[in-house]
């Protein structure tokens, strides 16, 4: 097998976003530390904090000041947890770099099997979540179906159960850092980067405090993101349909004329007027929508705006 030699004394980046963690940190942090000691001894924790409203950032200036290496960002505002990691990405220089909540819900006992897979030469291991059991009915319905439509209509395929629990080379980060585009479902841009990738199960665990901040609509939007920013399928449809739906009214207009011919004037019909008219209305409008959502993110695209801004940094740790 051909893979990158790994370096002797490789450096290790772990980026945590956080959004209002400071009930979680404190007890993450000091069982980073330990779990990462025996792994490098050059790493250290990139913390982005996504706009916390509570004492993330106090909580982190302590363990900065207890002489944990921490490279802290501030963002300006929530930018959302996608932005989140693009800006800790953006920073990690190391030989490999580590993505994982900052809420506890991925177990630290993990990384060391993460990271001898790396070590072996997979350039992304990922964290694959060994069940959905905890979540509600519906939620794995909309995810089954999320997955389903992304992967139908492209040639990616995106583990339906592999999330931001993951391990990076160094290239893989280069790779994501040179995508320049804004709308960014990260769960799609590791699959479309490729690279040698590895898959361990593992079972989430319950958050060490606080709830989740993906409520059914913020889930909804980045699944929006999702499907337009790696599927056209939405469109496809559309174009399907509409060949349809215009065989059929061949077909009814041919019919209307036979009809005609054999039973003279028929002035009935106005039911099937109005129905046709509402229906037809109805799919246009909604056909309408769906280019909406892909023209509204053409128009972030082309706005350039940065994903995220930077208030605060603390620059490289010691
Ligand atoms: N997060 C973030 N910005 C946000 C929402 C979440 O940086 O706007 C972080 C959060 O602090 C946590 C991770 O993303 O470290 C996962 O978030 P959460 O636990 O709320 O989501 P879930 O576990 O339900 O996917
Ligand atoms: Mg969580």
Not at 95 to 102: G, Y
Not at 106 to 131: F, Y
Not at 198 to 216: I, K, N, Q, V
Not at 274 to 286: H, S
């Amino acid at each position: 097998m051909n893979t990158e030699p790994r370096p002797a004394r490789a450096s290790l980046d772990v980026v945590l976003p956080a959004y209002n963690e400071a009930a979680s940190l404190p007890q993450l942090l000091p069982m980073l530390a330990q779990m990462l000691e025996p792994l490098s001894a050059r790493w250290r924790l990139i913390i982005v904090d996504d706009g916390s409203a509570d004492a993330t950032p106090a909580v982190v200036q302590q363990a900065i000041t207890a002489g944990v290496p921490i490279r802290y960002l501030r963002l300006s505002r929530n930018f959302g947890k996608e932005a989140a990691l693009t800006a800790g990405l953006a920073v990690a220089d190391a030989d490999r770099v580590l993505l994982m909540d900052a809420d506890g819900q991925h177990a630290p006992e993990l990384i060391a099997q993460m990271d001898a897979a790396w070590q072996r030469g997979a350039d992304t291991v990922c964290a694959v979540r060994a069940s959905r059991d905890e979540e509600g009915a519906l939620k794995r319905l909309g995810t089954s179906l999320f997955y389903r439509i992304v992967n139908a209509s492209s040639q990616l395929q995106i583990p339906p159960d592999a999330g931001d629990f993951r391990l990076l080379d160094r290239r893989v980060v280069a790779a994501l850092n040179a995508l320049p585009e804004r709308n960014r479902f990260m769960k799609g841009l590791y699959a479309w980067v490729g690279f040698r990738t590895e898959f361990l199960p593992y079972t989430p665990r319950a958050r060490t405090a606080g709830s989740s901040s993906f409520s059914m609509r913020r889930l909804i939007r980045l699944a929006l993101t999702g499907v337009t920013a790696f599927s056209n399928l939405p469109l496809r449809i559309w174009s399907g349909l509409g060949a349809l739906v215009a065989l059929c009214g061949l077909g009814y207009g041919a019919w209307i004329v036979v009809e005609h011919l054999i039973f003279g004037d028929q002035i009935p019909g106005w039911a099937t007027m109005v129905v046709g008219l509402m229906f037809f209305g109805g799919i246009q409008m909604l056909s309408i929508g769906i280019i909406g959502e892909y023209v509204g993110r053409i128009f972030d695209e082309v706005k350039q705006r940065p994903v995220y801004v930077v208030a605060h940094d603390t620059g490289e740790p010691r």
